[in-house]
Every structure is written in structure tokens, then in C-alpha cells.
């Protein structure tokens, strides 16, 4: 059992780690959380303790083999929870992340199994990122940014880079979601962004921090 922030502290290692390929320093931590950089350094010297963590000072943090178990159960149960508050409960994808931070807190084994197969065993939550499986296994697919596309290639939207409101708002108002197919027909050399043609319908001009933040199939 860990703490409510323990457990943030946890998942916001893991993911400023890249998935626990890099050490990460304690001010990047203190940026992610909104939090001190002495109460970043308390913190890591606890999950140290705890052997969740391996903390080196002045030199930054890693997750032991326990704490990345730790991580990707709380990403699991984050991102069901997700599912569950989209697919059931019709929130729409820019309304849940917020809800699913406090519900991944909930600490039942059981309740977890039984929202998976509940929900039909997804491999995926509403925003096209990976849900581990309760071995801490996770789900790969093949996909490449829509930035990286060449003039009249194509591909299906099959997640987001950034899963922020404002970002999933603005795709809402293009009509951009899960499953649209997008051909990129031209590319603009003065901004780099991209003229696309979306469901075979109509042609739009996103720019190049947005084709940097969609993800298409492979």
C-alpha cells in the first residue's frame, strides 16, 4: 500500500523516466507535481527506503523493478478508468483525466479485474494510449506521428501525444477522433504545417504543433 502521493510521485517518475529509461532529476519532478524541490528530495529519499526508488544525490532517480510494477498499476487502473468514464458513462475524452487521477488511487485488486472484464478487456484507453495488463505487460502498436508523413501518404488516427483538454477540444472542433483517416496533401515549407484531407471529406490546415501531437497508424 502507498499513499495518495506516493503514488504521484510514482507515476510521474515512471513517466518523466520515458517508461524508466532515463534518470530524472528532482526539478523536473518539482515542474510535473507543482511542488518544491526539497519536498521532491524527501520524497525520493522515502520511496528509496521503501525500495520503490534509487535516489542518488545531486545525480537524480530511477524506479527499482518493484516501483515500475507499482507505476504501471496505477497507469493500468488510470487508463481503465478512463474506458469506463467514456464508454459507459459517455464523458466525452477531454472531461475524464481528471477523474480517472483520483480514481486510480482506489486500492482493489479485485475491482480492478472485474472493471476490466467488465469493460471487455481493452488494450487501449479513449485517447489511444496502452493499457498494461494486470502482469504489468504492455500493449505495442505500430504508429508514427502525422508530423513524419509524406504528401499524399495516409493513415487512421489511433492516439494523441497530448491528452491536455484545450488539445482534445480543438480536435472535437476539427472533427479529428479515434479511427478518422487522414491524407496529408500538402506540406507547407514557411511553418511546416500541414494541409490534410480528413475522412475523405474535407481539406484543413493544421499546424505543425498538432501534426507533432497525432498519431497515426503505421
Known amino acids: 500500500m502507498h499513499s495518495f ?9 515512471y513517466k518523466l523516466s520515458d517508461g524508466g529509461t532515463r534518470e530524472v532529476n528532482t526539478n523536473a519532478i518539482a515542474d510535473a507535481l507543482d511542488t518544491k524541490a526539497a519536498s521532491v528530495t524527501d520524497m525520493l529519499r522515502k520511496l528509496s527506503a521503501k ?3 534509487d535516489y542518488v544525490k545531486y545525480r537524480g532517480v530511477t524506479l527499482t523493478e518493484r516501483g515500475e510494477r507499482v507505476a504501471l498499476q496505477i497507469i493500468r487502473k488510470h487508463r481503465l478508468w478512463e474506458v469506463f468514464l ?24 479485485l475491482l480492478i479485474r ?16 496502452p493499457i498494461p495488463t494486470e502482469n504489468g505487460e504492455m500493449n505495442t502498436k505500430q504508429q508514427r506521428l502525422l508530423a513524419e508523413l509524406e504528401v499524399n ?33 500538402d506540406k507547407i515549407p514557411y511553418d511546416n504545417s500541414l494541409e ?10 493544421v499546424s505543425s504543433e498538432v501534426a507533432r501531437n497525432i498519431f497515426l497508424s503505421a
Open 5 to 13: 502521493t506516493e503514488e504521484n510521485y510514482i507515476k510521474a517518475i
Open 153 to 185: 501518404s495516409s493513415g487512421t488516427v489511433v492516439g494523441v501525444n497530448d491528452s491536455q483538454p484545450l488539445f482534445l477540444q480543438y480536435l472535437d472542433k476539427m472533427g479529428i477522433f479515434l479511427g478518422a483517416k487522414i491524407k496529408v496533401i
Open 51 to 53: 525500495g520503490i526508488a
Open 114 to 129: 472485474r472493471l476490466d472484464e467488465f469493460l471487455g478487456y481493452p488494450k487501449f484507453d479513449p485517447h489511444g494510449d
Open 86 to 109: 467514456v464508454e459507459k458513462l459517455k464523458f466525452n475524452w477531454d472531461e475524464v483525466h481528471e477523474m480517472a487521477e483520483e480514481l486510480e488511487h482506489i486500492n482493489s485488486d
Open 196 to 205: 490534410i484531407n480528413l475522412e475523405n471529406k474535407k481539406n484543413m490546415v
